[in-house]
């Protein structure tokens, strides 16, 4: 954004957010999945090694259909009100 006087103003505040968000999309997600395994079953890391079958390294994850069905319904979740807005967006 620039203001009246022509000097750009920086947005600090969106770049510690965005650096908030790589950290906890890379090592927070993985953190629950060891810490606390029967919540991060249910995070997208969690539901990829049940639908892989990883029982090894993961024992305390959910079965084969009910993994499959947390990552549709994660991918769905954003997908559907997306599509719904822009076919009533006037483009």
Same mark, same amino acid.
């Given at each position: 954004?620039?203001?009246?006087?022509?000097?750009?103003?920086?947005?600090?505040?969106?770049?510690?957010?965005?650096? *908030? &968000?790589?950290?906890?999309?890379? #090592?927070?997600? $993985?953190?629950?999945? @060891?810490?606390? =395994?029967?919540?991060?079953?249910?995070?997208?890391?969690?539901?990829?090694?049940?639908?892989?079958?990883?029982?090894?390294?993961?024992?305390? *994850? &959910?079965?084969?259909?009910?993994? #499959?069905?947390? $990552?549709?319904?994660? @991918?769905?979740? =954003?997908?559907?009100?997306?599509?719904?807005?822009?076919?009533?967006?006037?483009?």
């Amino acid at each position: 954004m620039v203001t009246q006087d022509g000097v750009e103003d920086v947005d600090f505040a969106a770049g510690w957010r965005d650096q *908030g &968000l790589v950290v906890w999309g890379t #090592l927070g997600r $993985l953190m629950v999945l @060891g810490r606390l =395994p029967e919540v991060g079953r249910f995070l997208p890391d969690g539901a990829q090694r049940s639908v892989l079958g990883d029982r090894l390294t993961f024992p305390s *994850g &959910l079965e084969t259909p009910y993994g #499959l069905l947390i $990552l549709v319904a994660r @991918g769905a979740g =954003p997908t559907l009100p997306a599509q719904w807005r822009f076919a009533r967006r006037d483009v």
